[in-house]
């Protein structure tokens, strides 16, 4: 590469690894431990685009060159305005799939900046902090020729390649940079742009969010090697497309310094920039749930990705369909919408609105999967609406049923072993249903609210009673059946009990008691020995 002659700079261009230090910035020292090759940066932090005003960018960047030295210094030719001066005649860009295009106009610095963040959805502070770290235009005194400049003299047609080269767009390391992509408002609208191509084609490029990547730690791959990283979200991945190298331990070590010969420089600036100048890299978009929980798709529909502002379509999710639910953001309109866990998990900005969403329908095994009629005609239960359908159970019609679930009355809906098999959320009340022999069937317990422990209390008369019928031990927080079958005639040593709000109880057993089991059995299926 092409060394600047100045004591203090080496170029870092978009996928540059050596390293900048600009000479006289107010930059602090960033807290490098806290650097995570994976999540380098949010998705929701990197595509703000209304991170700062217009106001605001500009303030900023007055603040980082409180007096430019571009009007003291020698070679008019080879000096350019300080950033927090420099205007520029736009040129006139196209809306695609990824920009919404531009105007031309005269504009300043700030002015592009924050233009180019609406037009393409691009946080802002992304853009200044990529202008430092491809040439520390934010932070420079005396922007100037970065290799001409030791022999820049009037009249020799110098070009200063910080503005020039701005964002280090179409600047490889290993050719030199793209004449198509000269200047400052090309600069940051292509590279602008470019990253909002890594969002819509994540799996175009080298370095893929969700999965293992394997990134160099320096262009000199066969003595420094790669590095096998898991990369959690587009933003970071994008970050490495732009730039494919990791910084090693050497390298963060030495902030703001230089490490060793296979330490690489431009994301380690990058997260050391933004941390510093506007704090945490990572989103406070997303709030833990005080009870993360399992919730039911009323129907079919997509997750929503808040920062795109549409739908993910590429998976649907299906009507039924259960989501354990973690996190949760407010979306502009104010809408709750609720952050799976996986997605979570995997730092995904995917989520479902609260109000396509109903409380878990929890199908539990029959105590006695059998033979049931029809008392009468009996409209069939929807289980998520628990509203009644449109479809009406002929009194008489016999079905073989094998799973139940509790409607908000407390009261049991069973569905047949051919629903159950196709996965249908319909239900018919149990007290609509009775034995093929004409008896009523007698009521499941009801099932306890899983966050509350339950409490048993000691049977007036622990004693030995008999089974009636062939039945499972039950849990009754959950539903679950336990696996050992009961026979009739069995004879169980009962200690103590758990009485339910229906005036039922189900007896818990010496053994169980002891072992502290949250097991027990219906009093209807029982009898006195």
């Given amino acids: 590469m092409k060394k600047l002659p100045r004591a203090l700079i080496l170029p870092v261009l978009c996928v540059s690894f050596a390293l900048f230090i600009q000479g006289g910035s107010n930059v602090e020292a960033a807290d490098l431990s806290k650097f995570n090759p994976g999540r380098i940066i949010d998705d929701a932090v990197f595509y703000n685009k209304d991170a700062m005003t217009v106001t605001q960018i500009q303030s900023f960047l007055n603040s980082k060159v409180p007096v430019c030295e571009t009007d003291t210094r020698p070679y008019p030719e080879a000096k350019a305005p300080c950033l927090k001066n420099y205007r520029e005649t736009t040129k006139a860009k196209s809306a695609d799939a990824y920009c919404n295009g531009y105007s031309v106009v005269n504009q300043s610095a700030a002015e592009i900046i924050y233009g180019v963040a609406q037009s393409c959805g691009v946080n802002p502070q992304v853009i200044i902090v990529t202008l430092q770290k491809e040439q520390g235009l934010v932070t420079d005194v005396w922007p100037r020729d970065g290799w001409l400049a030791w022999n820049c003299q009037p009249g020799n047609g110098c070009v200063n390649f910080q503005y020039r080269s701005a964002m280090g767009y179409g600047c490889p390391d290993t050719a030199a940079c793209d004449s198509a992509y000269y200047g400052f408002f090309n600069q940051v609208y292509n590279a602008a742009r470019q990253f909002k191509r890594y969002r819509a084609l994540p ?131 104010g809408t709750t919408c609720l952050r799976s866990s996986y997605d979570t998990q995997n730092n995904f900005n995917l989520c479902v609105a609260l109000d396509a969403l109903t409380e878990q329908v929890m199908w539990h095994p029959m105590v006695i999967p059998r033979k049931l009629v029809a008392s009468k005609d009996a409209f069939l239960i929807d289980a998520i609406s628990q509203e009644q359908t449109e479809t009406i159970l002929k009194q008489g019609t016999e079905r073989f049923y094998t799973s139940k679930t509790s409607l908000k009355n407390g009261e049991a809906c069973v569905r047949d072993n051919e629903q159950e098999k196709n996965g249908e959320m319909t239900c018919v009340a149990l007290s609509d249903l009775q034995d093929v022999n004409g008896t009523t069937v007698p009521s499941p317990p009801p099932m306890l609210d899983p966050t509350i422990s339950p409490t048993w209390t000691n049977m007036v008369l622990p004693r030995e009673l008999v089974m009636t019928v062939k039945a499972n031990k039950i849990n009754p927080i959950n539903g679950v059946l336990d696996g050992l079958i009961l026979t009739v005639g069995q004879s169980i040593k009962f200690k103590t009990k758990l009485d339910f709000s229906d005036g039922t109880a189900c007896l818990r057993s010496e053994y169980d008691t002891i072992n502290n089991n949250n097991l027990c059995v219906k009093m209807d299926y029982l009898r006195e020995k």
């Fill in 203 to 333: 799996t175009s490029y080298n370095f893929v969010a969700g999965r293992y990547n394997n990134i160099p730690w320096h262009p000199d791959t066969a003595s420094c090697g790669y590095s096998s990283v898991y990369i959690e979200n587009q933003a970071t991945a994008g970050l490495y497309n732009y730039t494919p190298y990791r910084p090693n331990q050497a390298a963060l070590n030495a902030y703001p310094g230089t490490g060793d010969y296979c330490s690489s420089y431009g994301n380690r600036n990058f997260y050391a920039f933004f941390t510093d100048w506007f704090g945490s890299a990572h989103s406070t978009m997303w709030h833990p749930m005080v009870e993360p929980r399992i919730m039911t798709m009323k129907e079919n529909g997509f997750k929503y990705d808040p920062l795109a502002e549409g739908y993910d379509t590429s998976l649907e999710l299906q009507r039924g369909q259960a989501i354990a639910f973690s996190s949760k953001t407010t979306l502009k309109d």
